[in-house]
């Protein structure tokens, strides 16, 4: 019979367990290892690569819309790095904060006189223009016509 009745396991036993499991690795898990080493690797300089493009692409966005604003460069430093790179989101900042750096955003362009005429004609034209309403009542009309001078009445507009 055994003096161990309590069923505990031995420390011994496990120390030699685990130790024993990394040396009776088959080629195929030492091959795996290997190559999730590399895959991690690649992982990793393909995210430092994309966040430096990432940051570049950025810079480059700042860079032109504080041009096309006729702002220095050298705002983009105060600007923070939470802000979307987007021309929407800088210009916004930029009308909120720009005062601070002697910006005053441009007021919106205004319509040109040449346009307002333009628009005027044609709404002149499309005053007396048929809606699609009125259009299939006329053809009810022409439809239930019993003469021809009616008819031509019609489509006259009489």
């Given at each position: 019979?055994s003096?161990?009745?309590?069923?505990?396991?031995?420390?011994?036993?496990?120390?030699?367990?685990?130790?024993?499991?990394?040396?009776?690795?088959?080629?195929?898990?030492?091959?795996?290892?290997?190559?999730?080493?590399?895959?991690?690797?690649?992982n990793?300089?393909?995210?430092?690569?994309?966040?430096?493009?990432?940051?570049?692409?950025k810079?480059?966005?700042l860079?032109?819309?504080?041009?096309?604003?006729?702002?220095?460069?050298?705002i983009?430093?105060?600007?923070?790095?939470?802000?979307?790179?987007?021309?929407?989101?800088?210009?916004?900042?930029?009308?909120?904060?720009?005062?601070?750096?002697?910006?005053?955003?441009?007021?919106?362009?205004?319509?040109?006189?040449?346009?307002?005429?333009?628009?005027?004609?044609?709404?002149?034209?499309?005053?007396?223009?048929?809606?699609?309403?009125?259009?299939?009542?006329?053809?009810?009309?022409?439809?239930?016509?019993?003469?021809?001078?009616?008819?031509?009445?019609?489509?006259?507009?009489?």
């Open positions: 019979m003096e161990n009745r309590d069923n505990y396991w031995a420390d011994e036993d496990e120390d030699e367990e685990t130790t024993n499991v990394y040396e009776s690795d088959t080629d195929l898990v030492k091959k795996l290892r290997k190559a999730l080493k590399v895959e991690q690797r690649k990793k300089e393909l995210e430092t690569s994309y966040s430096e493009i990432t940051k570049a692409q810079e480059r966005i860079k032109d819309v504080l041009a096309s604003k006729g702002v220095s460069p050298k983009a430093q105060f600007i923070p790095a939470d802000i979307e790179a987007s021309e929407d989101a800088i210009s916004a900042w930029l009308d909120n904060n720009g005062d601070v750096f002697g910006y005053t955003p441009s007021d919106k362009s205004k319509v040109n006189q040449e346009d307002i005429s333009s628009m005027k004609k044609m709404d002149a034209v499309l005053t007396g223009a048929e809606t699609p309403i009125s259009s299939d009542d006329l053809q009810n009309r022409i439809a239930n016509a019993e003469s021809e001078d009616e008819i031509i009445s019609i489509l006259s507009g009489q």
